[in-house]
């Protein structure tokens, strides 16, 4: 709209310079024709090339907002009731206690408006609250890749430990058999091999089992002690959660205490830490006791 005005007050000084020029004799029509039109050519060109750079910095700013509103949908997926801060609902999850949840109410309206802060032009802050996205978009994205292997491992042992229970309850059986035979007037001593044969079958799989199940304890806890590193290694996010609290409040005036939000976000990160410091404890005592097991 400006560059209309602005061609609009060319085109009227223009004729206006022209009469001026033709009274005054000071140049021909020809001549003055031709600078007021170097003018206009100059004038069009570089209106057309601020209409290009506003195109181009919309576009910008769409692509901007249509990866802070995907970002926030991977984001706030995986939180879950109980959390105070994105990075420990994250891991939380870990635990896999359910898939549905949502962030304390302060935060959880502050980042559904976070969008808002695009219609403003503190680049920086667009720019910062990106990057925080998207670092905590990649500890999700590793830890439900750790839950998902985790899951599989969980599977697994309890496949090796149901096929345990049955291989000892056939090796149960078996020894109520030769037991009965050996107590009987004619003992089949033929028979009563074999079942000791079968019996020593079954003591060296469920010992197999044993050692399979250990194999996969011990991978279950490293990956779980991977899991949690990932979460704790991510640091403290509560500054940076707090400081983009603290610009969506004054940008589009949400209200509540920041001091005690932060307060509150600094104790479920202490809490986090501890719970995650003794997982990763017992974790680490548990691949040492299944490694003990399988030695001897």
């Known amino acids: ?32 024709g031709a600078l007021i039109g170097m003018g206009g050519v100059y004038l069009t060109t570089r209106s057309n090339a601020q209409e290009k750079a506003a195109d181009r910095e919309a576009e910008e700013r ?80 590793l830890v439900s890749a750790e839950r998902f292997a985790l899951d599989q491992l969980r599977a697994q042992n309890v496949q090796l430990e149901t096929a345990f229970t049955r291989e000892n309850e056939t090796q149960q059986e078996l020894f109520a058999s030769q037991r009965a035979r050996i107590s009987g007037d004619r003992p089949d001593v033929a028979a009563i091999d074999r079942m000791t044969q079968l ?57 509540f205490d920041l001091a005690e939000t932060r307060a509150r976000m600094a104790a479920g990160r202490e809490r986090m830490v501890a719970t995650f410091t003794a997982r990763v404890e017992e974790a680490t005592a548990g691949i040492a006791a299944a490694r003990q097991t399988s030695a001897g």
């Open 1 to 32: 709209m400006a560059n209309k005005y602005q061609m609009a007050l060319y085109g009227a000084g223009a004729l206006v310079a022209l009469w001026v020029i033709k009274w005054l004799g000071l140049a021909s029509d020809t001549v003055a």
């Open 62 to 141: 769409r692509v901007d907002k249509d990866r802070v509103m995907q970002l926030k949908r991977d984001i706030l997926l995986p939180t879950m009731d109980g959390c105070t801060t994105v990075s420990q609902c994250i891991g939380l999850m870990l635990d896999g206690t359910t898939e549905k949840a949502k962030l304390n109410e302060d935060y959880s309206n502050a980042l559904s408006h976070m969008t808002k802060v695009l219609l403003i032009a503190d680049v920086a802050t667009v720019a910062a609250m990106m990057n925080y996205l998207q670092k905590i978009r990649e500890v999700w994205v």
């Open 199 to 255: 019996i020593a079958a079954h003591e060296q799989s469920k010992r197999g089992l044993v050692e399979r199940s250990n194999q996969i304890r011990i991978a279950y806890s490293e990956r779980e002690i991977q899991a949690f590193k990932a979460v704790l290694d991510a640091g403290d996010t509560v500054d940076m959660e707090v400081e983009l609290l603290r610009c969506l409040r004054k940008e589009i005036g949400l209200d």
